[in-house]
């Protein structure tokens, strides 16, 4: 026999008794119906979050990815929406499956199109309960600069045609140099 329980959304946290009763219907074994009582904890307290880096620069238009990292200490594999809140360009959400008792690590994409400091949210939320979600503030510096777009090559921005790639190769590692030597 298997028993599938779901608990509501919206439930407040908490341990919850249940009576389980298995009904023996016709008495044929002649064990009678079975009574017992079980115990559900639910808690919104289901994952962690971590997001690197927790400051980052960028060109204009140009893309930078966040690691986000999900511990799912739940008992279940959940689906987590990740979005970004409280920038000036439009960034989309991005579903992720979290599988349970692991730690997974996506890369979230988010981009501005005005020059500026932004400190903003990147929220992560279950699709199954609004109730579990947690937001990590970041700090995206957005500006227009040569290093900027050597920066951007590395992200997957490609400035021209196939055959400037030797130039590619240059600029990127022009970037690499002076962010393990020089910063």
């Given at each position: ?77 959940d689906p987590f ?51 579990i979600n947690k ?49």
């Amino acid at each position: 026999m298997k028993m599938k329980i779901t608990v509501a959304p919206n439930a407040p946290n908490g341990t919850y008794e249940v009576v389980l009763r298995a009904v023996n219907v016709g008495n044929y074994s002649r064990l009678g119906n079975l009574t017992f009582y079980a115990y559900i904890n639910v808690t919104t307290n289901v994952f962690e979050l971590n997001v690197t880096p927790k400051k980052v620069e960028t060109g204009i238009g140009q893309p930078v990815n966040l690691v986000v990292k999900i511990n799912n200490t739940g008992i279940s594999d959940d689906p987590f929406i990740i979005s970004a809140y409280g920038l000036p360009a439009w960034n989309i959400s991005d579903t992720v499956i979290a599988l349970h008792g692991k730690t997974s690590s996506f890369v979230y994409p988010v981009f501005v199109n005005e020059p500026g400091v932004y400190k903003f949210n990147l929220s992560v939320s279950s699709a199954t309960s609004p109730l579990i979600n947690k937001d990590y503030r970041i700090e995206l510096i957005g500006k227009a600069s040569l290093r900027s777009d050597y920066s951007s090559i590395s992200q997957g921005v490609i400035l021209s045609p196939i055959i400037y790639e030797p130039v590619y190769a240059t600029m990127l590692f022009l970037d690499y140099i002076y962010n393990t030597v020089v910063k």
